[in-house]
């Protein structure tokens, strides 16, 4: 599903005559089957969030490959990159990103509008969605009335509604109390199991990290565990 | 995603700036109310103009005034000059004509008037749309046709000038000439003065048969008598001068030796025609005038103005575009973190530009909209006012029909073009920018 080959990441710092490289990955190396639960773990600072980017396609890597379903992805272009997102790629952010001046149902809707899905199409969908996150009574409610638990759910509602394969989750319970935090684990795992949905979880929590059927921990932008688990 | 999501994006953009995007569409409606209003000066001075033009009946006309010789000598029309104007393509009628080197005092039963005398061609003046209100066309020497207001310049004999008007300045009934003129004599002396300055005179006496249909040009007066050729000869056979002139033709410098014309004027079928046989005539050394030449350097002189007037106007458009870029620029910065989440759940970055050229289109068109109604009140006022204006102040009034301001359909689609096209233009930068915004920057996530 998702293949890393000695991928490798440098920032480049400093002005101009003066720059110099920051090495934050060094030759990974992991794959990651279809409707696995895989959470990748390690410090802050360790280079977990940039590999998530990295497969996002939000930053190019300074070398290695990346194959997501058979797809060399580090060879795509903006755009081709943005298609691959909406079609394959689903994102939960720590920080849900949800647009405020939309309501929540008008944030799950949005990727449907961005594929292009008609309005009756996409009334169907996104309320079928909203019941499945458990929040068809806000559907109306803009992000700054829902709490953190409905937020993250808005958040994950958007990234489900185009059925994606795969699922990106960079500390999803980051910003949630415990008693939320795990009714939203076990939902996760509920995805997984429901819709065979891949998920990779990028986490600082052991806790969180539990619920993945493999762990992969980054330290210092080496890959210390689960590596080349082909 | 379609245009009607685009849409919607657009208007739920719109709504969180609502006053600042009314302040940019005011200055966009500003800049196209002044490119309007300024233009329209140009198109209604044109129009009235060129409406005064076309309201005369000569448009198919081409007046030869002369003829320059291989020599360079400059030599009167001819009949030989006729015949060949009159076997020369696209040419309808050769109208040809000579003043009266005297204007005589016609005496018709107790009333006078001094009136110009033309020698006309009856058959080609008929061919070429001269009409009569009544009567005949002279078919002999002793008949004449005479001008709409003859008549009225008629005045009883020996009267003085005084007494022929009331305190309002209205002539009184009683020294109006009332009776039909068709039929009636009318006589006039004609003079010869020899090489003593003795003079000679000789009387006169013709028949009226018609009147001339009222000319089309505003304001014209013809108080014309209409002769024939005949006549002419008979008069400069008295005369012994060409055109019946006073004195021996001798003594008038430039005076034509041969029979010759003082006037003459070529009709085509068409007004198209008009220009080609103008250029063939200049050609062949002939001196030319036609309103449609005139017609034809009046357009271009006025599509320069116009077009000078149109690019003033733009300055304006382009001045409310920095507001356009800005108002653009400060959507883009502020909408940076919603742009990043739409990039990162997989919006195409052609999508996002998209929907920014969009709002800023809207804004043009909004705006272009605005000022062409305002421009449309403006110039209405402009045209309802400043007759009023100018009489008060200056106590004068303008040409009936003048028109000071004119919109035309095509200087709206200019306008509206114009600014719709430097909308877009200066929304596609902060829309490229949007395009451009970093993802993570923008959802300032951790790296």
């Given at each position: 599903?998702?293949?890393?080959?000695?991928?490798?990441?440098?920032?480049?710092?400093?002005?101009?005559?003066?720059?110099?490289?920051?090495?934050?990955?060094?030759?990974?190396?992991?794959?990651?089957?279809?409707?696995?639960?895989?959470?990748?773990?390690?410090?802050?600072?360790?280079?977990?969030?940039?590999?998530?980017?990295?497969?996002?396609?939000?930053?190019?890597?300074?070398?290695?490959?990346?194959?997501?379903?058979?797809?060399?992805?580090?060879?795509?272009?903006?755009?081709?990159?943005?298609?691959?997102?909406?079609?394959?790629?689903?994102?939960?952010?720590?920080?849900?990103?949800?647009?405020?001046?939309?309501?929540?149902?008008?944030?799950?809707?949005?990727?449907?509008?961005?594929?292009?899905?008609?309005?009756?199409?996409?009334?169907?969908?996104?309320?079928?969605?909203?019941?499945?996150?458990?929040?068809?009574?806000?559907?109306?409610?803009?992000?700054?009335?829902?709490?953190?638990?409905?937020?993250?759910?808005?958040?994950?509602?958007?990234?489900?509604?185009?059925?994606?394969?795969?699922?990106?989750?960079?500390?999803?319970?980051?910003?949630?109390?415990?008693?939320?935090?795990?009714?939203?684990?076990?939902?996760?795992?509920?995805?997984?199991?429901?819709?065979?949905?891949?998920?990779?979880?990028?986490?600082?929590?052991?806790?969180?990290?539990?619920?993945?059927?493999?762990?992969?921990?980054?330290?210092?932008?080496?890959?210390?565990?689960?590596?080349?688990?082909? | 995603?379609?245009?009607?999501?685009?849409?919607?994006?657009?208007?739920?953009?719109?709504?969180?700036?609502?006053?600042?995007?009314?302040?940019?569409?005011?200055?966009?409606?500003?800049?196209t109310t002044f490119l309007i209003v300024l233009a329209s000066v140009g198109f209604g001075l044109h129009d009235t103009l060129l409406k005064d033009i076309m309201e005369?009946?000569?448009?198919?006309?081409?007046?030869?005034?002369?003829?320059?010789?291989?020599?360079?000598?400059?030599?009167?029309?001819?009949?030989?000059?006729?015949?060949?104007?009159?076997?020369?393509?696209?040419?309808?009628?050769?109208?040809?004509?000579?003043?009266?080197?005297?204007?005589?005092?016609?005496?018709?039963?107790?009333?006078?008037?001094?009136?110009?005398?033309?020698?006309?061609?009856?058959?080609?003046?008929?061919?070429?749309?001269?009409?009569?209100?009544?009567?005949?066309?002279?078919?002999?020497?002793?008949?004449?046709?005479?001008?709409?207001?003859?008549?009225?310049?008629?005045?009883?004999?020996?009267?003085?000038?005084?007494?022929?008007?009331?305190?309002?300045?209205?002539?009184?009934?009683?020294?109006?000439?009332?009776?039909?003129?068709?039929?009636?004599?009318?006589?006039?002396?004609?003079?010869?003065?020899?090489?003593?300055?003795?003079?000679?005179?000789?009387?006169?006496?013709?028949?009226?048969?018609?009147?001339?249909?009222?000319?089309?040009?505003?304001?014209?007066?013809?108080?014309?008598?209409?002769?024939?050729?005949?006549?002419?000869?008979?008069?400069?056979?008295?005369?012994?001068?060409?055109?019946?002139?006073?004195?021996?033709?001798?003594?008038?410098?430039?005076?034509?030796?041969?029979?010759?014309?003082?006037?003459?004027?070529?009709?085509?079928?068409?007004?198209?025609?008009?220009?080609?046989?103008?250029?063939?005539?200049?050609?062949?050394?002939?001196?030319?005038?036609?309103?449609?030449?005139?017609m034809?350097?009046l357009n271009?002189l006025f599509t320069i103005a116009k077009a000078g007037l149109i690019?003033i106007g733009?300055?304006?458009?382009?001045?409310?575009?920095?507001?356009?870029?800005?108002?653009?620029?400060?959507?883009?910065?502020?909408?940076?973190?919603?742009?990043?989440?739409?990039?990162?759940?997989?919006?195409?970055?052609?999508?996002?530009?998209?929907?920014?050229?969009?709002?800023?289109?809207?804004?043009?068109?909004?705006?272009?909209?605005?000022g062409t109604a305002v421009a449309y009140l403006i110039s209405f006022a402009v045209n309802l006012g400043l007759p009023?204006?100018l009489?008060?102040?200056?106590?004068?009034?303008l040409p009936e029909g003048f028109q000071f301001s004119s919109i035309p359909l095509r200087l709206l689609f200019i306008a509206v073009?114009?600014?719709?096209?430097?909308?877009?233009?200066?929304?596609?930068?902060?829309?490229?920018?949007?395009?451009?915004?970093?993802?993570?920057?923008?959802?300032?996530?951790?790296?």
């Amino acid at each position: 599903m998702i293949t890393v080959e000695h991928l490798s990441h440098h920032f480049v710092m400093g002005k101009k005559g003066e720059k110099t490289k920051l090495p934050v990955l060094h030759d990974l190396s992991f794959s990651v089957n279809k409707g696995e639960i895989v959470s990748i773990i390690g410090r802050s600072g360790s280079g977990k969030s940039t590999l998530l980017n990295l497969i996002s396609g939000f930053i190019h890597p300074t070398s290695g490959e990346i194959t997501i379903n058979g797809t060399d992805v580090t060879r795509f272009s903006e755009t081709e990159f943005a298609d691959f997102r909406l079609n394959q790629i689903g994102f939960i952010f720590q920080n849900f990103q949800l647009i405020p001046s939309m309501t929540a149902y008008q944030n799950i809707e949005l990727p449907l509008i961005l594929k292009g899905v008609t309005e009756n199409e996409r009334k169907k969908i996104t309320e079928q969605t909203l019941e499945r996150v458990g929040l068809s009574h806000y559907p109306n409610h803009y992000p700054g009335e829902l709490s953190g638990g409905q937020q993250q759910r808005v958040s994950i509602a958007r990234a489900l509604v185009l059925n994606p394969p795969i699922i990106l989750a960079d500390e999803p319970t980051g910003s949630l109390d415990s008693e939320t935090e795990a009714s939203l684990l076990e939902f996760i795992q509920q995805l997984n199991q429901d819709l065979n949905i891949t998920f990779l979880i990028i986490t600082h929590d052991q806790e969180v990290a539990r619920i993945g059927s493999r762990t992969l921990e980054i330290q210092d932008g080496h890959l210390i565990k689960g590596g080349n688990s082909r | 995603m379609n245009f009607k999501d685009k849409w919607r994006f657009v208007q739920q953009n719109l709504k969180k700036n609502r006053v600042r995007i009314f302040m940019t569409v005011l200055a966009t409606a500003m800049g196209t109310t002044f490119l309007i209003v300024l233009a329209s000066v140009g198109f209604g001075l044109h129009d009235t103009l060129l409406k005064d033009i076309m309201e005369q009946d000569n448009l198919n006309e081409i007046s030869i005034y002369g003829y320059e010789n291989d020599k360079g000598e400059y030599q009167y029309i001819t009949n030989q000059h006729i015949e060949h104007f009159e076997s020369l393509n696209n040419v309808k009628t050769v109208r040809r004509m000579n003043y009266l080197g005297q204007a005589p005092n016609y005496h018709v039963d107790n009333f006078e008037v001094t009136a110009e005398t033309q020698s006309v061609y009856f058959p080609a003046e008929q061919q070429a749309g001269m009409t009569l209100t009544e009567g005949n066309f002279p078919t002999q020497a002793n008949q004449v046709v005479v001008g709409y207001h003859f008549t009225e310049g008629l005045i009883p004999q020996d009267m003085d000038y005084d007494d022929l008007y009331t305190d309002d300045e209205v002539r009184k009934e009683e020294t109006l000439f009332s009776e039909n003129i068709i039929g009636k004599t009318l006589t006039f002396d004609i003079e010869k003065f020899d090489e003593n300055d003795d003079v000679e005179t000789t009387t006169f006496e013709v028949e009226v048969v018609g009147i001339v249909e009222e000319p089309v040009q505003r304001g014209w007066d013809d108080s014309n008598v209409y002769i024939n050729d005949m006549l002419l000869n008979e008069i400069s056979a008295f005369t012994e001068t060409h055109a019946g002139n006073r004195y021996p033709d001798d003594d008038i410098e430039g005076t034509p030796t041969e029979k010759s014309y003082d006037n003459v004027y070529l009709h085509t079928h068409t007004l198209e025609q008009v220009q080609d046989l103008t250029t063939q005539l200049t050609d062949e050394g002939y001196y030319t005038y036609s309103v449609a030449t005139e017609m034809k350097q009046l357009n271009m002189l006025f599509t320069i103005a116009k077009a000078g007037l149109i690019f003033i106007g733009t300055i304006a458009i382009l001045i409310a575009s920095i507001g356009i870029y800005n108002t653009m620029t400060m959507a883009v910065t502020e909408r940076a973190p919603d742009i990043g989440i739409m990039k990162a759940i997989g919006a195409n970055p052609r999508t996002i530009k998209q929907i920014f050229l969009l709002e800023s289109s809207y804004i043009g068109l909004l705006g272009a909209l605005i000022g062409t109604a305002v421009a449309y009140l403006i110039s209405f006022a402009v045209n309802l006012g400043l007759p009023l204006i100018l009489e008060a102040v200056f106590e004068d009034q303008l040409p009936e029909g003048f028109q000071f301001s004119s919109i035309p359909l095509r200087l709206l689609f200019i306008a509206v073009a114009i600014c719709l096209i430097v909308t877009i233009i200066s929304g596609s930068r902060p829309a490229k920018k949007a395009t451009q915004i970093d993802v993570l920057q923008a959802m300032k996530r951790e790296i």
